[in-house]
């Protein structure tokens, strides 16, 4: 019997000439069959002094109908916001071992209200 794996990345602590920082790491598939390392900063360790508070700057969240929405948090918010995003849209999808998201932002142009 096979067990499922349902690898999601790591939050570790990583030190900068700026100071410490949470870095999100991952394995993304490339279109050969490969997988590459990939690092995001989440933000810093003076900001987000705890794992938990680093984790939840972007989370899926479920409605009461089970609908998933994208709440953004410190610095994904102050990035979304600089962007003038209007509407985020999630799409998940998994299948065994798979797992996919594809998130679509909508953003505002020109001197549009938001």
Same mark, same amino acid.
């Given at each position: 019997?096979?067990?499922?794996?349902?690898?999601?990345?790591? $939050?570790?602590?990583?030190?900068?000439?700026?100071?410490?920082?949470?870095? *999100?790491? *991952?394995?993304?598939?490339?279109?050969?069959?490969?997988?590459?390392?990939?690092?995001?900063?989440?933000?810093?360790?003076?900001?987000?002094? =705890?794992?938990?508070?680093? $984790?939840?700057?972007?989370?899926? $969240?479920?409605?009461?109908?089970?609908?998933?929405?994208?709440?953004?948090?410190?610095?994904?918010?102050?990035?979304?916001?600089?962007?003038?995003?209007?509407? $985020?849209?999630?799409?998940?999808?998994?299948?065994?071992?798979?797992? =996919?998201?594809?998130?679509?932002?909508?953003?505002?142009?020109?001197?549009?209200?938001?």
């Amino acid at each position: 019997m096979r067990r499922a794996r349902y690898q999601e990345g790591c $939050l570790t602590r990583s030190k900068r000439k700026t100071g410490d920082v949470w870095e *999100f790491r *991952f394995r993304e598939c490339q279109p050969d069959g490969t997988r590459k390392m990939r690092c995001v900063v989440v933000g810093p360790v003076a900001r987000y002094r =705890t794992r938990t508070a680093a $984790l939840h700057q972007i989370e899926v $969240l479920r409605d009461a109908t089970g609908h998933c929405t994208l709440g953004l948090h410190g610095v994904a918010r102050e990035a979304a916001e600089k962007a003038r995003v209007s509407e $985020l849209s999630l799409s998940l999808s998994r299948d065994g071992d798979y797992a =996919t998201a594809l998130v679509v932002a909508l953003c505002m142009r020109g001197n549009e209200p938001n």
